[in-house]
């Protein structure tokens, strides 16, 4: 049992609690907590899925403007979260299991995440929160069939929640400069005085 680990379920609560602003920062540490034991390949290829879909979502939100919706169950949401981690956690010590379920524990705070919130962003940082900690179960577990479908689910979660929010959120609109919009808006008089 590793601090990066135990890190992992901490950060995935600041998902719940704050949105798909904590997402880069619960890939890191997942891939940090894949690649401290060793280089295989299993573990570099988990750590750089886990990154992809940690990096691919909050990049892709720069272009659309902040979803303010409303969250009703604000305040509550991370406690329960936190209360679930602990039942798995008391039912894992009475399973006798040595390891710390940093992957599992995750998954919680993503299932929690999408069940609990009402914005759209929200439950898409959630399931990607989810499938961070299948790929640290894959991992830690050895386990590359599970690896992969996770890979796959990952895949598609990514491109759907995309095209989800490309369709209903607004995009940013740049902004020009007074310059140039007073030379758009001035009339033209073909070069002639009157």
Same mark, same amino acid.
């Given at each position: 049992?590793?601090?990066?680990?135990?890190?992992?379920?901490?950060?995935?609560?600041?998902?719940?609690?704050?949105?798909?602003?904590?997402l880069l920062?619960?890939?890191?540490?997942?891939?940090?907590?894949?690649?401290?034991?060793?280089?295989?390949?299993?573990?570099?290829?988990?750590?750089?899925?886990?990154?992809?879909?940690?990096?691919?979502?909050?990049?892709?939100?720069?272009?659309?403007?902040?979803?303010?919706?409303?969250?009703?169950?604000?305040?509550?949401?991370?406690?329960?979260?936190?209360?679930?981690? =602990? #039942? %798995?956690?008391?039912?894992? /010590? !009475?399973?006798?299991?040595? *390891?710390?379920? @940093?992957? +599992?524990?995750?998954? &919680?705070?993503?299932?929690?995440?999408?069940?609990?919130?009402?914005s759209m962003?929200?439950?898409?940082?959630?399931?990607?929160?989810?499938?961070?900690? =299948? #790929? %640290?179960?894959?991992?830690? /577990? !050895?386990?590359?069939?599970? *690896?992969?479908? @996770?890979? +796959?689910?990952?895949? &598609?979660?990514?491109?759907?929640?995309?095209?989800?929010?490309?369709?209903?959120?607004?995009?940013?609109?740049?902004?020009?400069?007074?310059?140039?919009?007073?030379?758009?808006?001035?009339?033209?008089?073909?070069?002639?005085?009157?």
């Amino acid at each position: 049992m590793t601090l990066v680990a135990i890190l992992v379920p901490l950060v995935a609560l600041c998902v719940v609690a704050r949105g798909v602003g904590f997402l880069l920062l619960t890939g890191v540490v997942t891939a940090l907590a894949m690649l401290l034991d060793g280089l295989t390949p299993l573990q570099e290829a988990g750590a750089s899925l886990a990154l992809l879909f940690a990096i691919a979502p909050p990049v892709f939100l720069t272009r659309y403007q902040h979803d303010a919706t409303h969250e009703r169950s604000g305040t509550a949401v991370p406690f329960f979260a936190l209360g679930l981690m =602990v #039942l %798995l956690l008391l039912g894992c /010590g !009475r399973a006798g299991s040595t *390891l710390f379920p @940093a992957g +599992l524990c995750a998954m &919680v705070a993503g299932l929690v995440t999408v069940v609990c919130r009402q914005s759209m962003v929200w439950q898409w940082a959630g399931l990607l929160t989810c499938i961070e900690g =299948v #790929l %640290l179960s894959a991992v830690l /577990g !050895r386990q590359p069939v599970v *690896l992969g479908v @996770a890979a +796959l689910a990952g895949v &598609v979660v990514v491109l759907l929640g995309g095209m989800c929010i490309h369709r209903i959120m607004p995009r940013v609109v740049a902004a020009h400069s007074p310059a140039r919009q007073s030379r758009r808006t001035k009339p033209a008089t073909g070069g002639k005085d009157t």
